[in-house]
């Protein structure tokens, strides 16, 4: 009976703080499924560590799944950008020539102290089945009230060996929007694209899986990692204080 709905204004998760992003979706609502795709670098999960901090500074909590790194890296990786370049130390590599940069000690247990009950790494010992995946998104929504879970990335999640691949995909992607509406929470789901046709404009149809994953994903944004020499134009033309590396093309909202 329609009579029993209540209507609510649209619901903000949080902002992203890229003004590219915010300027056309206005902040990512509860209650849908975002789905995030461009080729390896381009920067993908450096946004995605950003837009966390930023929902758990706006009073959001986070549960991320990442099936490339490792919680201590991704720990790390968090640290670094909540805190700068200016608390790391440089440290030279062992085996062969170079140096990388780890976050100074000190920094550890204040990050850790802060983000306790607000930040969640999901990683499992074999693989992360989709039952697995969703058990623990059903016990972090109840017992700490997490509102946003990050799928870094489709292909890294055990989605069954029976059936047809694409049939599970459909099914999971299914499964998410069902949950985030059920729950009031946002999903984002990282997505690999297919191999682009030189010289054509990519289109949310060329994301590298189930056709449903375009059809019932909310939002969708392709990052695309740009030429220095087209960075500097964009930088130029407007007139910018800092040359961008990566472009955020919104193909649906």
């Not at 709905?5 to 915010?22: H, K, M, R």
């Not at 946004?47 to 706006?58: A, R």
């Not at 062969?96 to 550890?108: H, L, N, S, V, W």
């Not at 700490?144 to 989605?159: A, E, H, P």
Request: some cysteine.
């Amino acid at each position: 009976d329609v009579s029993d709905i209540s209507i609510t204004d649209d619901e903000e998760d949080c902002y992203s703080s890229f003004q590219s992003i915010d300027d056309i979706l206005h902040g990512f609502r509860k209650k849908e499924l975002t789905v995030w795709t461009g080729v390896p670098g381009s920067g993908k999960s450096t946004i995605l560590n950003q837009i966390t901090l930023q929902t758990i500074e706006q009073g959001g909590k986070v549960a991320i799944f990442s099936g490339e790194i490792s919680k201590e890296q991704l720990l790390k990786w968090s640290m670094i950008q909540y805190y700068g370049w200016e608390s790391c130390e440089e440290k030279q590599f062992k085996v062969g020539t170079g140096k990388y940069y780890e976050p100074k000690k000190q920094y550890e247990a204040e990050f850790k102290q802060k983000f306790k009950g607000k930040l969640f790494i999901l990683e499992e010992e074999t693989s992360m089945t989709d039952e697995k995946l969703f058990e623990k998104m059903k016990y972090l929504q109840f017992k700490y009230g997490v509102s946003r879970f990050i799928f870094d990335n489709l292909m890294q999640l055990d989605l069954g060996s029976k059936g047809d691949k694409y049939e599970n995909q459909k099914k999971f992607i299914g499964n998410c929007v069902t949950f985030a509406k059920k729950n009031n929470c946002h999903i984002d789901l990282v997505a690999h694209p297919k191999k682009p046709t030189k010289g054509e404009m990519p289109t949310m149809y060329d994301i590298s899986g189930a056709s449903e994953i375009p059809n019932l994903a909310f939002n969708i944004i392709m990052l695309n990692k740009l030429e220095p020499e087209k960075a500097e134009k964009l930088a130029m033309d407007g007139n910018l204080k800092f040359i961008p590396s990566t472009a955020a093309i919104i193909l649906k909202h």
